[in-house]
């Protein structure tokens, strides 16, 4: 019976060890630690040591049984562990083979090292928090070489041993970080942003040991990565040692995302077509796998689904198949979950070392189609969905000619339809397909009042055009006489102008617009971030109609009125991303703390016009620390025609207060 020995301390001695068991070989594996130990795949094959052996312990390890090999698949930062295996199978006469990780590469915006002490060194130049991922065993290094050690912040395994040597160097409880990973991209990002890491430490592990999603995370978080290169090594892959003891692992998996256009033969590609026949096992949903001829279904093994993780799941235990196509409708790139199923796979290829294949095919997509169906160019669209999503549709509409959406049935295209008839769109032609590639398809064109009460079931897609939406005003700037007013307050055209710029929004901005009068302010930044959300928060019942009329009369649909008072309504409230504030009824302090709570660096735009309120401003301005303050006077004077005459009118001055934490 052949039996191997391996020294294991990387996730591909632990990959190495379960292939050589799957091939029916006897595996005895030392581990370090007892999470090695834990990690390890149960099979009846692997037989698991835990403890750090010195080179006589090895020596009398192998004496034990006559191992067909040794092999040296420890850490590559391990060097004193791998000089000790190396001189036991010398003295012994035994065959060692070391196990290598391939080469990763080289990020940017990282700082290399060659040594923990480097690292230290480097480090105690700088300022602000650091994240130590590289394990407890090099602790004490920085926490002798770094002056400041409040700035530490370390991530160990959660063993009682590794936290009292990491007490007994003086970390307190809140700089310790006990977890077993994996660790993801998100994880890695939450725990950074949670310590406030400036700088992030670890070690240059290539594709193994989380070491790419350490980079990203610290790449997304702002944060600096000093990485310790990986000594330089000789040896031989997984793949080599396999072959060198005659072993032939399985033929490489091939995973295929691939669309198939509208379902029918005439819309797949010849590609998609190859790849389909040449599979050995069909996944997608059960209209999918129906639409392919039933010659390229012949002789295949089907699972049925849509679901991501089910996909995901049969996809990882399927060892026998080395061939897997998976059906998607449309284009694999438009709005598809072929997007969400190749990055799981992407994680899992990662983490496991695998060499899995994988290949998006695409396909053609439904606007693609229905355009020509309805003899229409689509690369000036806006390509849009709302199926089981919450797109502003009107918004879009109002600034762009055509718009193409995807819709949720019937009772999608009725809501929509009510909608372009309520935000003052009821002129627009709107294009229905429906059942689009397949015997039952119908397409139709009509207005929103036509098709407001529209019943028939199926998949359907809209094309809407607006041809008043040629003459949309971009720029910000509404004129006041365009919103209602009665004897709401409103925050006037000019001052308008100036705090919107102020604000600085972004299409996706989340906005709060506080003590919002008559939804002025909320009505023009709706129009601007138009793939945002406002929320216009305002204590008066009847000021709250009125924003709800001018947001309807200028198609502003992403702006949600808030009846109630601030800070209290705010509580619920998705995250904003910017403020405004027209008024505070006094509570200015309480406002700003509560939105600094939600979140710390959302921009804040204040309009004040009171000596009061500036001093309060300014009072609030020396308590606390801003990144960005800046005070800025409005005065404005308008002409108007008093008999044969234009006299300047002044208005009240404004000062318009931009605060960033």
């Known amino acids: 019976m052949q039996e191997i020995l391996v020294f294991s301390g990387t996730s591909e001695g632990r990959k190495l060890a379960e292939v050589l068991a799957s091939c029916g070989i006897c595996v005895t594996v030392c581990v370090a630690t007892e999470y090695g130990q834990e990690v390890m795949e149960d099979s009846k094959k692997i037989t698991v040591l835990v403890g750090r052996l010195n080179q006589q312990e090895i020596e009398a390890l192998l004496q034990k049984k006559p191992w067909q090999v040794v092999i040296d698949a420890t850490h590559p930062y391990a060097t004193e562990v791998t000089e000790n295996i190396r001189k036991a199978c010398e003295s012994q006469g035994k065959e060692i083979l070391r196990l290598v990780r391939g080469e990763g590469q080289k990020a940017e915006h990282v700082h290399y090292v060659d040594s923990t002490e480097e690292a230290a060194a480097y480090l105690n130049q700088t300022k602000g928090n650091i994240f130590l991922t590289t394990g407890s065993k090099e602790i004490a290094g920085y926490m002798e070489r770094i002056e400041d050690t409040s700035r530490i912040y370390a991530r160990i395994l959660p063993g009682t041993a590794e936290l009292a040597k990491c007490h007994q160097l003086g970390l307190k409880g809140k700089q310790i970080i006990c977890m077993q990973g994996p660790f993801s991209e998100e994880l890695n990002l939450a725990m950074m942003r949670e310590i406030q890491a400036a700088w992030l430490v670890t070690k240059e592990t290539a594709g193994a040991g989380g070491y790419p999603e350490k980079i990203q995370a610290a790449r997304r978080a702002g944060a600096k990565a000093v990485v310790i290169r990986r000594p330089k090594e000789t040896g031989y892959s ?46 997608g949903a059960k209209r999918m796998i129906a639409s392919i001829p039933e010659a390229l279904r012949q002789g295949k093994e089907q699972f049925i689904s849509y679901q991501t993780e089910e996909i995901f799941q049969c996809i990882t235990e399927h060892a026998k198949c080395s061939k897997i196509a998976i059906l998607f409708s449309g284009d694999v790139g438009f709005y598809s979950g072929a997007q969400k199923l190749w990055e799981r796979l992407e994680q899992w290829k990662i983490q496991n070392n695998t060499s899995c294949q994988m290949e998006l095919l695409c396909g053609i997509s439904s606007v693609v189609y229905f355009a020509s169906c309805i003899g229409m160019s689509w690369e000036d669209m806006k390509l849009m969905s709302l199926h089981g999503r919450n797109q502003n549709v009107i918004g879009a509409l109002s600034q762009q000619e055509k718009v193409f959406t995807l819709t949720g049935g019937a009772a999608g295209i009725r809501e929509l339809c009510r909608e372009l008839i309520i935000y003052g769109l009821e002129d627009t032609q709107i294009y229905i397909g429906r059942q689009l590639g397949g015997e039952e398809q119908t397409i139709e064109k009509g207005s929103p009042k036509e098709f407001q009460n529209y019943e028939k079931e199926g998949l359907c897609v809209l094309v809407l055009v607006n041809e008043s939406a040629k003459k949309a005003v971009v720029t910000h700037g509404i004129p006041d006489e365009e919103f209602l007013r009665e004897k709401v307050p409103m925050t006037k055209e000019e001052v308008r102008s100036i705090s919107i710029s102020k ?33 216009a928060i305002e204590k008066k019942p009847e000021a709250g109609a009125l924003i709800q009329r001018n947001s309807e ?67 609030l301005i020396k308590k606390y620390n801003f990144s960005q303050k800046e005070i800025v006077q409005v005065n404005i004077a308008k002409a108007k025609e008093i008999g044969s005459y234009q006299m300047m009118m002044g208005q009240n001055p404004v000062y318009v207060v931009t605060l960033q934490r």
């Open 553 to 619: 009369k200028l198609a502003a649909k992403n702006l949600q009125v808030i009846v109630g008072q601030a800070p209290e309504m705010l509580e619920n409230l998705p995250t904003p991303t910017h403020a405004f504030i027209g008024g505070s009824s006094g509570k200015l302090e309480e406002i700003l703390l509560c939105l600094w709570e939600k979140n710390p660096e959302v921009r804040i735009v204040i309009n004040a016009i009171s000596l009061e309120t500036i001093a309060e401003v300014t009072h």
């Open 503 to 535: 604000l600085q929004l972004s299409k996706e901005s989340v906005i709060y617009d506080i003590g919002a009068g008559t939804g002025s302010i909320s009505v023009e930044c709706a129009r601007m971030a138009v793939d945002g959300m406002v929320y």
């Open 238 to 283: 997984m793949e080599e040692i396999l072959e060198k003891l005659g072993i032939h692992k399985e033929e490489k998996k091939k995973v295929s995302l691939i669309g198939i256009g509208m379902g029918n033969a005439g819309t797949l590609t010849l590609e998609g077509y190859r790849c389909i026949k040449e599979a050995e096992l069909l996944i």
